[in-house]
């Protein structure tokens, strides 16, 4: 499937110090050809437009999917680009919010589509994540308990439970006893007999919940 360049929106004001730069940078991305279109508009010139987007500050960025905030070298902005393809990006935006403060920005980024919830799983397999992202994560999927959005992760949540790592084996018992899919109920009784108490009391008490809401 062909990947076409993400288009650019940049809100600035008149007296920001990093909107020149922010600018400056994408057009040089524009020239490459590394972003399809590139539109700036001055917030106080359209204060409609920016409350429409939800602009509160500039320089605002909106590339692709993706929503950026303050000052971004040509750098940062490439980066952003090749992550604006892939699965891969979505972890790491979704990790930049919550290491933002930005929770309820990655609800909403979730909530739009709920696909964007299977690359959230590569942190969780990541026991040297950020715990404030894990945490993040955890409760991010965790909203979607018992719904067809978690149960679709089931066969990742399955392969999950089997890593090496104590912490996302028991992680993922956790998921897939709010998953609300019956399937789940063989690899958490796998993981009663697991070599770490902690997997072992998360799959019993995962197995029970799983078999509550039968």
């Not at 524009?30 to 539109?39: A, D, V, Y």
């Not at 509160?56 to 950026?68: D, S």
Request: with cysteine; aromatic share 6%.
């Amino acid at each position: 499937m062909t990947n076409y360049p993400p288009d650019a929106l940049l809100f600035v004001t008149p007296n920001c110090p990093h909107c020149a730069t922010v600018k400056q940078a994408l057009g040089v991305l524009l020239n490459e050809g590394q972003i399809g279109q590139l539109r700036v508009v001055d917030a106080a010139e359209n204060p409609a437009l920016a409350r429409e987007y939800g602009v509160r500050a500039a320089p605002w960025l909106k590339l692709g999917v993706f929503t950026l905030t303050g000052a971004r070298t040509l750098g940062e902005l490439r980066q952003w680009v090749d992550w604006a393809h892939g699965e891969e990006g979505t972890a790491h935006y979704v990790a930049h919010l919550l290491q933002e403060g930005g929770y309820a920005q990655a609800s909403a980024f979730i909530h739009a589509d709920t696909r964007r919830l299977k690359p959230l799983l590569s942190i969780v397999a990541d026991p040297a994540a950020n715990l404030e992202v894990r945490l993040g994560v955890s409760a991010l999927l965790e909203s979607y308990a018992r719904s067809p959005a978690l149960g679709d992760l089931l066969p990742e949540l399955v392969e999950l439970s089997r890593h090496a790592d104590h912490r996302v084996r028991a992680d993922a018992c956790h998921l897939l006893g709010l998953s609300g899919i019956a399937e789940a109920r063989t690899s958490l009784r796998a993981r009663l007999h697991d070599a770490n108490a902690e997997v072992r009391e998360i799959a019993a008490e995962a197995l029970a919940a799983l078999e509550a809401h039968a």
